[in-house]
Structure formats: C-alpha cells, structure tokens
C-alpha cells in the first residue's frame, strides 16, 4: 500500500468476523496526519481486514463488537530499549551518575541477584506496566533471555528479545561464545512463537571486545538479525575509547562493519557531525531513551539533526532502574520538547512525528515495520484504546496534538495484541497482579537486604 493511500473501501475476507471495534477517532499513523472519525477496525485471525465507516459495518457477521465512541484507537507503542527485568531495580540507587550507578549498585545487585525467576518476575512486572500504557512491543536486552520470553509470552505481548554478549563472565554465561551459544540456541527453540523475534545485543564497546563484535556481526549477517547496542551514551565512553583504540566507539565499530541498516544504536547522545554523517550513510537506526539520557546526566542527544539527516529514530524507556517509568507516553513528550529546545526550533519533531517514533520508526528499526507499527489491512492487530473524553484533555481541537502533548498512559483503556485484549477497561486479562505483586514483594526485601 503506498504511505498516503486510504486504507481499502471493503474488507478483502468474508464475514464473519472476530472483533469490531467501532471508535470515535482512529489514528491509523499511515496515511500520515490523518485521523478518521467514526471508523471501526475489522480484525479477524489476529490481523487488521479493513477499517471503515462505521455505518458501513452494520450489516457485517461479527462475533464481537466493542463500543469505543469516547475513544481514539491507534498502533500499539514500540518501546524500542528496554531491560525490562530491572523493575525489579525500579529507585534501588537514584541521583547518581552512570558509572557509579553501575559499578557500585547495580553490578553487584545483579551479581548477587540475578537469576532465571529474578528475570522472569521482573520481565513481567515490566511487561504488565508497558500493557497498561499501551506499550505492545519492547526491544529488550538483559541476562536469561529465556525467561523474558517467558513472561512475554504469559502477558501475551510481543518482545525483541536480544542476545546478550559480554566479554566477562556472570551467572548467566562463562565468555563471549557462551552468551552466543545460549543466544542462538533459544532463537532456534522459540522461532515459532509469533509474537517473539531476536536481536544480537552486544553490551557496549567498553564491555566487548573487536573478536566478539567480529563474531555477532558474522552471526547477524547470515541470519539477518539486528545489532542492538548502547553507544555514545556518555562523554566519557568517548574519551575512554579515543584513548584505549585512537578513535570515537562509532568509529570503531565502523571499522568493524557493525554500522549497518541493522544497526539500532541506543542512546547516541555525544555525536558529532563525522558520527551523524556515519548513521546517516549506513542507514543504521537510534533508540532514544530522553528520561534516562536525563536522569543519569547523559546529555541531550541532537534528534533534530538526525531526523533532518535521514536517520531513523524510535524511543526508548531503557529501564526501570534508570527512569523509572516504563512510560512510552512520557517518552514520546520529551522526545518532541526536547528536541525543540535543543535545536532552537519550535517546528522540531512536530507531534506527528513523535509518535511516528513511538510507533512505526520502532517497528522500522526492529524489521517489524511490515506486521505492526500502523494500523492497515493485513497487519497484525496490535491496537490501543485511549479515552479521550477526560477532563483533562478537553476540549480537543487537534487529536493528534492531543495524544502527544495532554494524554498520559493513564488514559490508555484497552489494549489488544495479535486480535487478543490484554488490557480490558484498565485491568490486565492476562497476569495475576496479586501473585505478580507478592513475588516482588519478595525481591524487595531480598536486595534491600543486599543494599543495606
């Protein structure tokens, strides 16, 4: 379908249908800037047949029919940078800089702590607060993979899950080739669940070394997987690498080869022009993570010059650890303000744009692009309900304005992933909060022991 066309006047498949959600506004992001008012999305066998005007679906077989006439439907949010399992973590060493944060708290939590059932209950902690904001996809990188698959699929969202590589041993794997190993083999295990895909994730380059990024780009170029990495996330990365190799990390891994289409760069704060100019030729992509870049006194990552350079650019949480709101709404608000004041320019990163990033250009970075990110015939239905007739967000005169600027996770009321309701009237369909909320009491109390 070309970007700007309408979606299709009638449905390609005969009725019946499974669900019908008649809403008052959809935002569909394609074709761009255009809400459609009193439209209903067809789903049938988890995917999007048409959307249409309501009356028009009067006469259809329909099994079941969801009245959302105070509501504006759109994709559901990409969180394209997470650690989700680190909710766990969520305010455990705040106001404190990044090494510090790392080297004196978090490290050795995580030595200590962390284990398969630490990373399961605190991926679907993670998992149940992103469903709740409208989140229905998140690019995560974090020890025991498996588990987070695990939790995923038990909240019935979908997850990136990457394949971690460090260059020093932890619990979860002795060296570089043993997190690769443990990697690969549970992409083999889970290639048919749908709602999950991998990504290579190579730490940083402060924590791999040149052999291990030779090996996961070998890896990746012959499965055809994206590279997820943190870089240029603070200045001193940068000095710390001129001094150890003679050069910035992004060009180094340039060198390397590991700048590519496949490429999600995270953070990409401290860049200068040679490192835009490199993004931008490779056609690599950035997760930008603005409350984290914030909170740990990052910096200001130049958005507004990636975007006028071509880059694609999603949004990001990182973790509960380091934000601590796995808050996508709150992330695509700052992504747009921010890039304004940085740039000097009010037009920076208009609100279509943001959640564009927080939506499609997610989906983009991730190759997902062509199963979710917009709402269009023969994508999957991954579809969030906002009610925007509170107090708050009235009156409204522009609604996509409204959604990016007014509207916070709070007003997200239903989320369907794959055809399937996750989040109905505000509550969870799929995790037992009570259970769920006893575990982490558990936790609580075991790394604040730790702590103290």
Known sequence: MHPDALPPAHPKASPPF???????????????????ARHTVLVH?????????TVDTDHYDIRERVDLSRHLLMPGLVNLHTHAAMALMRGLADDLPLTRWLEDHIWPTESAHVSARFVEDGTLLACAEMLRGGVTCFNDMYFYPEASARAALQAGMRA???????????????????YLNKGLALRDGLRGESLLSFCFAPHAPYTVGDDTFGRVLNYARELETPIHIHLHETAQEIIDSEAAFGMRPLARLDRLG??????????????????VDTLARRGAHVAHCPSSNLKLASGFAPIARLVAAGINVGIGTDSAASNNRLDLFTELRLASLLAKAVSGAAEAVPA????????????????????????????????????????????????????TYAAGREHVTDVWVAGERRVADRALTSVDTVSLLARVGEWRSRLQRNAD
Request: glycine residues 6%; proline residues 7%.
């Open 18 to 36: 499974d669900l019908a959600l008649d809403a008052a506004m959809v935002l569909p992001i394609r074709p761009a800037n255009r809400v459609l």
């Open 258 to 275: 590991l700048i590519g289409a496949d490429t999600i760069a995270v953070h990409a704060v401290h860049l200068d022009d040679r490192d």
């Open 352 to 403: 279509f744009a943001a959640l564009e990033m927080a939506t499609l250009r997610g989906a983009c970075a991730l190759g997902l692009d062509n199963r979710i990110g917009t709402l269009e015939p023969g994508k999957s239905a991954d579809i969030i309900a906002l009610d925007l007739s509170a107090l708050e967000l009235s009156p409204c005169y522009d609604p996509i304005s409204q959604v």
């Open 45 to 53: 066998a988890g995917k999007i047949e048409a959307i249409l005007p």
């Open 160 to 178: 990136s899950l990457g394949m971690i590589a460090l260059d020093f041993p932890t619990p979860y794997a002795t060296d570089s080739q043993d």
